[in-house]
């Protein structure tokens, strides 16, 4: 269930757009930000707050790629691999963090700790290579520095 | 990280001082803006008839910095005077095009200069909505232009009767989430709309029949950034900067093989090679340039020894064969393996193929396996053909210009570079 806090800020935003539907994207990103995915039943629960069918709230969360219908782990890492990040070494710090983390990219650790994907061009092409952690991200990687990162994180 | 990065070559410090990314580490700042004559653009422009403040930024002859290089005052010009339905601004953040990141900077170390931007261009056209469409992966951006937004609503510059003047005005923040075809200027409508991001048939063009079936205007964060800038400081000004018929300061973000890879601000028509040696600071190792795709990775990829005489401007990288894109230059060395570039590429407008156009959705998926055969040396001579038929079935066959953007770089990628091809054939 959404808390009614968000409900209240989804609320709030509807002075913004002229339709209930454009608080699409606004909404599924509240709700994420709330359960960590959409599941099923949040995705109804949009739709109903939306006034909008369940088929088109999930016809939009399957479309785009930070939109989750499945659990992630507690630390999404996204690692661009994109030309500019290839050429500074992407696949090389793909391949570490694989062996490190005992996953390959698109897979999520057993105890839910970590998720591994491979992604595309993330704009930090002068800071290459580079991987995010959720909002953060981590630019001119090197090998230690991709180490240091992980052990940081609990 | 500052604004742009310097020039290796300190020669290159006189030729711009910048203005769209000034070296003024407080510029995010509203206090620190209006310090530095910030919104004072937007004072003089209440001041004007808006069809003036139009006729301004077309006789400046700016062209939009999203790729296509259109004629922003035209632009502006084509959306209706009067108009029973409120008419819409949406400005372009979605900046996925891969080796681009310069509207990241802005919304970083100016985001004052692109609301004030905004704002103008509302004024200009009578909008009284905008939309600032930014990419879900900047989250830590979003928030920067979020308070800024908020700085300046409390502050007057936006909202109601903007500074006593009787004009109002709203400009919200929209989130994207993950989807390299919401640049697309239909697509990024459809996503504000809720909708999945898919592209509209054109016509009916935005500036008809735009977000919600209203008249739209769709401009790009850079371009927006230069309005103040060209208000400020006059159209004849900045008319002079560069190329005359590309004119203005452009962000090039160098990327690849380069000592000094950042975004540099810069006139238009700098020289290629200035740029990859003079401001990006040269290849490590002093090794050959054997390739550069000059304006993001849809634009067509050039060979190294071919750099001489071609120039950061619209129409020199035309008569080059290639295009001034998003000015993302990726720079290759002479060990790269280009066949291993351009299947990354492929794979890329495969996965962000929308999947509304057959040609796309199906024809990028071909091109993919058709070029893994090459990087496992498994292809045959035939396969080249294959190759470059499958990307001329899918230029001018789709919707939008994303079919176009997969087509290209395998194409110039073939016809520059066929032997790299040819290499990677079985025996």
Aim: glycine share 10%; charged share 20%; aromatic share 8%.
């Amino acid at each position: 269930m959404l808390s009614q806090d968000n409900i209240q800020r989804i609320n709030d935003l509807r002075q913004r757009y002229p339709t209930s539907q454009a608080l699409m994207l606004p909404a599924l990103w509240i709700a994420q930000e709330q359960h960590g995915f959409l599941s099923e039943e949040t995705m109804k629960e949009v739709a109903a707050l939306l006034a909008v069918p369940y088929g088109h709230v999930l016809g939009v969360v399957t479309f785009y790629t930070m939109l989750h219908a499945k659990p992630v782990g507690k630390h999404h890492i996204e690692v661009c691999t994109n030309i500019s990040c290839l050429l500074r070494g992407s696949d090389k710090v793909l391949a570490h963090l694989e062996k490190r983390l005992g996953i390959k990219a698109g897979e999520t650790t057993s105890d839910g700790k970590w998720t591994l994907s491979e992604t595309e061009c993330m704009g930090s092409c002068g800071t290459a290579p580079m991987f995010a952690v959720g909002e953060e991200y981590h630019e001119n990687l090197t090998i230690e520095k991709v180490d240091r990162i992980i052990d940081s994180l609990t | 990280m500052t604004a742009t990065t310097r020039p290796s070559d300190p020669t290159k410090q006189s030729l711009w001082k910048p203005v769209i990314l000034p070296d003024n580490p407080g510029l995010h700042m509203i206090d620190v803006y209006l310090q530095n004559g910030g919104y004072s653009a937007l004072k003089k422009a209440l001041g004007m008839k808006p069809e003036d403040v139009t006729e301004e930024v077309k006789k400046s002859g700016l062209r939009g910095r999203g790729g296509a290089c259109f004629p922003t005052g035209l632009k502006w010009s084509f959306m209706p005077k009067q108009s029973a339905k409120p008419k819409y601004l949406c400005v372009n953040g979605d900046e996925s095009e891969p080796g681009t990141f310069k509207d990241r900077q802005i919304f970083e170390f100016n985001p004052h200069l692109l609301i004030e931007g905004t704002l103008i261009a509302c004024y200009a056209m009578g909008i009284t909505s905008a939309y600032i469409y930014i990419r879900g992966e900047y989250g830590k951006w979003i928030k920067m232009v979020e308070q800024a937004l908020s700085d300046a609503y409390a502050k007057g510059y936006v909202g109601q009767n903007i500074l006593g003047t009787g004009f109002s005005t709203n400009v919200y923040v929209h989130k994207g989430a993950g989807a390299y075809i919401c640049g697309e200027e239909s697509s990024l409508m459809n996503s504000i709309e809720g909708e999945r991001g898919y592209p509209r048939v054109k016509p009916p063009f935005p500036a008809q029949n735009g977000l919600w079936g209203c008249p739209t205007t769709i401009n790009n964060v850079e371009t927006i950034s230069n309005v103040p800038v060209i208000l400020d400081k006059g159209w004849e000004w900045y008319s002079k900067i560069g190329i005359a018929k590309h004119p203005g300061p452009i962000l090039v973000g160098v990327s690849g093989h380069v000592n000094n890879p950042g975004v540099f601000e810069m006139p238009t028509g700098e020289p290629l090679l200035d740029i990859i040696h003079k401001w990006a600071g040269g290849v490590p190792g002093g090794k050959r340039i054997k390739a550069v795709i000059p304006g993001g990775s849809s634009t067509m990829i050039l060979r190294g020894e071919n750099l001489e005489g071609v120039n950061m401007d619209a129409d020199s990288l035309k008569a080059a064969g290639s295009s001034v894109g998003t000015a993302g230059v990726m720079v290759m060395d002479e060990e790269t393996d280009l066949i291993r570039v351009i299947t990354r590429i492929t794979k890329f407008y495969y996965h962000e193929s929308c999947g509304q156009c057959t040609p796309c959705r199906e024809g990028t998926g071909w091109m993919f396996k058709i070029l893994k055969r090459f990087e496992k040396h498994d292809a045959t001579k035939a396969d080249i053909d294959l190759l470059l038929d499958v990307a001329n079935n899918i230029e001018g066959n789709t919707i939008c210009a994303l079919g176009d953007a997969a087509a290209w770089p395998v194409q110039s990628m073939v016809k520059r570079f066929r032997e790299e091809f040819e290499a990677r054939t079985r025996a």
